[in-house]
């Protein structure tokens, strides 16, 4: 009896797995897209609280209008600005991104932008060090000598 209930449940099983669809997404053709100039932008070696604005350009090279309803960072340290209107086909934008540059070391952060493109789901990158602050204090030569 337990050989027939493990052999049904078995197929069962085999016949589930089998019966799922595939399902392939269609991109519509005159869906808008994103050509960037970069997608990951490097701040290199920074100072301490210095300026964190960098901004990613892009181009909507699609057929009709680009409209991002949000951005989402990987970390409260960064802050994405999106633009408030759609990108007309052949139209630019500008995608603000601010690092909070008061935490030392490196950093590599993703940013992910929600719209209905081509591909709804784009991921760009800002990464860089910020640097220790040299310290005020230098060191003098010792006034005992080893000669």
Do not use: H, W
């Amino acid at each position: 009896m337990k050989k027939i209930i493990t052999l049904l449940f078995i197929g069962f099983i085999t016949l589930s797995i089998n019966a799922q669809e595939k399902t392939e997404t269609v991109v519509d053709p005159n869906a808008p897209v994103f050509e960037f100039e970069n997608e990951v932008i490097d701040y290199g070696k920074i100072e301490l609280n210095a300026d964190g604005v960098r901004i990613f350009k892009f181009k909507n090279i699609g057929k009709s209008p680009l409209v991002i309803t949000r951005i989402q960072s990987s970390c409260g340290c960064t802050v994405p600005k999106k633009p408030e209107d759609p990108i007309m086909p052949g139209a630019t934008g500008e995608i603000e991104v601010k690092y909070a540059t008061n935490r030392q070391g490196g950093f590599n952060k993703m940013i992910t932008i929600f719209s209905n493109a081509s591909e709804p789901n784009k991921k760009l990158r800002i990464k860089g060090i910020v640097l220790k602050p040299e310290s005020p204090v230098v060191k003098e030569k010792s006034a005992v000598s080893s000669k």
